[in-house]
């Protein structure tokens, strides 16, 4: 049984509810041209360091009530959400979604608890280094992963520098440098509008309610199967 802990409301629910609406943009605007698509992408960028922060805090404040739980539900619906997400991103070389991402990070925490690879740190920083040089998209899923590592090592001491290491692993994991600066640079930028997202979710906290724990697990993928279906019924009409 998770403890009572699982159930209280930390202030993030309303930031959660802002990354989702920013998600559903970014999936349902993909397809729509380039000029739509790009705006979803830009306005999403926070989407993700949002996730990874919310996962990080929630994680650390009932370890052992909820990891495994946790690692259960990302692997579960990681899987599932896999196929629409694949169909997706056709266009594109294979990648992995962002759940199993998340669900690296969650397994990731539990082995530094276990085994103590807080010592490893040093290496940790370049290895990071070296794989979001050497590819763009598989190094975002290592960023985000080892960056919700590094994160956890400073909560609840520090939220707000464990909120700084994601918001870093997300730069870097994006190579958004490396991108067009016409595009990279308004992209990193846009990341650090999780900031004050998280700061306002914490100032109307008493007015959002707590999101069932099964409403992310559920609305990732039906996002990319809603986005899927527009783009079948578009390709139809022309």
């Known amino acids: 049984m998770p403890s009572k802990a699982a159930f209280r409301n930390d202030g993030n629910d309303f930031a959660k509810l802002a990354a989702c609406f920013f998600m559903a943009i970014n999936h349902l605007t993909l397809h729509l041209g380039k000029l739509p698509a790009l705006q979803g992408f830009l306005v999403s960028r926070m989407v993700m360091p949002i996730f990874a922060f919310i996962l990080v805090s929630r994680l650390m404040e ?140 914490q100032e109307v906290k008493n007015y959002v309610p707590r999101l069932p724990k099964m409403f992310f697990y559920l609305f990732y993928p039906a996002t990319y199967v809603i986005a899927n279906l527009i783009d079948l019924a578009r390709i139809t009409m022309k």
């Open 62 to 201: 009932d370890f052992d009530g909820r990891n495994l739980r946790l690692q259960r539900n990302l692997l579960f619906w990681g899987i599932i959400s896999q196929v629409p997400y694949t169909y997706f991103n056709r266009a594109h070389h294979f990648t992995t979604n962002i759940l199993l991402d998340f669900w690296a990070g969650v397994v990731l925490i539990a082995l530094s608890r276990k085994f103590g690879f807080r010592a490893r740190a040093p290496l940790i920083v370049p290895g990071l280094l070296l794989t979001v040089t050497m590819n763009s998209y598989f190094g975002y899923s290592a960023a985000l992963s080892i960056g919700m590592l590094i994160a956890s090592w400073f909560v609840p001491k520090s939220k707000a520098l464990a909120a700084a290491v994601i918001l870093a692993a997300a730069v870097m994991g994006n190579n958004l440098f490396l991108l067009k600066p016409a595009v990279g640079i308004p992209a990193a930028l846009c990341l650090f509008l999780a900031i004050p997202l998280l700061i306002l979710s």
